[in-house]
């Protein structure tokens, strides 16, 4: 269910965007919550903002927020913080064991994501792939990692800085100050019907019918 006149609801956005290192089913569409964040840095000002959106699989809104950030030192950082934030704020409203998918435009950091989750189903916890991390964002990292593994479910997706929904929020914190005002919800998405359209996002397009090889 879209709610009227929202554009690019994080669900639509996420389905369609590719998961770095990891395989993305149709059954993605179930996810529970979005998560949409994005970090900007400006050489010239040396200042940063952060921006996080974070909605219901069923599109409702639960809460939005816009930062600045004097701190951060370069676009790398504010990213890590970014969905460090998001992730910390979604934790406050979310029930146990809830599937989170994410949305940023930093093709790394959604890699890292990734191999970190499927590192939680492996018996001696090691990421598929050597996860790299800027030294300057492991703090942020570690927090993240550990909001991974909170969840039931978390895998993330690239998306253009363009098409980011939160990509504004992080870029113009003083114009979007009055986001920060609004009143959080604590919303539980609706249960997802067994008629639901199942389809399958570009990343599983061209596959063959009969190539099951992929894994979740």
């Known amino acids: 269910m879209a709610v009227h006149g929202r554009s690019s609801p994080l669900r639509a956005l996420f389905d369609e965007s590719p998961t770095p290192h990891i395989a993305h089913p149709p059954r993605t569409h179930h996810r529970d919550f979005y998560v949409a964040a994005d970090g900007s840095y400006d050489l010239q000002s ?3 903002g952060l921006g996080v959106i974070i909605e219901t ?10 930062v600045p950030d004097a701190t951060v030192a370069d676009n ?14 979604l934790a406050s409203h979310a ?20 191999s970190a989750a499927l590192a939680t189903r492996r018996t001696d916890h090691t990421p598929p792939r050597k996860l790299t991390v800027p030294s300057a964002s ?6 993240i990692r550990a909001r991974i593994c909170g969840f039931g479910e978390i895998r993330a997706a690239v998306v253009e800085s ?18 920060n005002r609004e009143t959080d919800r604590c919303l539980l998405p609706e249960r997802p019907s067994s008629s639901e359209a199942q389809i399958p996002p570009p990343s599983r397009a061209d ?10």
Do not use: F, M, Q
């Not at 064991?97 to 790394?108: A, P, Q, S, T």
């Open 138 to 143: 492991k703090h942020h990292w570690r927090g």
């Open 76 to 89: 790398n950082i504010a990213e890590y913080r970014a969905l460090h934030l998001g992730l910390d704020v």
């Open 46 to 48: 040396d200042d940063g």
């Open 57 to 66: 699989r069923d599109s409702e809104r639960v809460t939005r927020l816009s």
């Open 162 to 179: 363009g098409r980011n929904p939160a990509h504004s929020l992080a870029n113009s914190p003083e114009e979007y100050a009055h986001v």
């Open 207 to 216: 596959r063959k019918a009969g190539d099951s090889r992929a894994s979740d």
């Open 95 to 114: 029930p146990t064991g809830c599937r989170v998918g994410v949305l940023v435009d930093h093709d790394d950091l959604a890699a890292n994501v990734n």
